[in-house]
């Protein structure tokens, strides 16, 4: 198991950037695969991004390809989230979660470790 603690949300205008950070707890934080969710108000929470245990392989939400990336510093026991160009529809919670598998997946079932969430909202 692994404690989460996102940080690095707010208030941000259409077309501006942001950059979220998760910083784990645990020794083992080198073998998970990291993920970003999202959740809209009224709305289920979606799959956002996520990237392997090295780092080599990472795969987007359509919605976000070419705006957003995910990397990781594993010395740091963190993963980050650069969002850039924002939409108001870009504007959810966003929840870090850890899988203990290394390999990476899209769905919440296959994360087993999540953080507290941050707030994002993009103002048009």
């Known amino acids: 198991q692994v404690q989460l603690v996102e940080s690095g949300g707010g208030l941000v205008q259409a077309g501006g950037s942001l950059r979220l950070s998760c910083a784990a707890s645990g020794r083992a934080f080198s073998s998970y695969a990291m993920g970003w969710f999202r959740q809209a108000p009224g709305k289920e929470r979606e799959f956002v991004a996520v990237?392997?245990?090295?780092?080599?392989?990472?795969d987007y939400a359509d919605s976000v390809k070419g705006r957003f990336t995910i990397s990781r510093n594993n010395a740091r026991n963190t993963v980050y989230l650069q969002m850039n160009s924002l939409k108001p529809e870009d504007t959810a919670v966003y929840y870090c979660?850890?899988?203990?598998?290394?390999?990476?997946?899209?769905?919440?079932?296959?994360?087993?470790?999540w953080g507290q969430g941050t707030q994002v909202t993009v103002s048009s």
């Open positions: 979660a850890a899988r203990l598998s290394g390999v990476i997946a899209t769905s919440q079932g296959d994360f087993t470790s």
């Open positions: 990237i392997s245990w090295s780092g080599l392989t990472t």
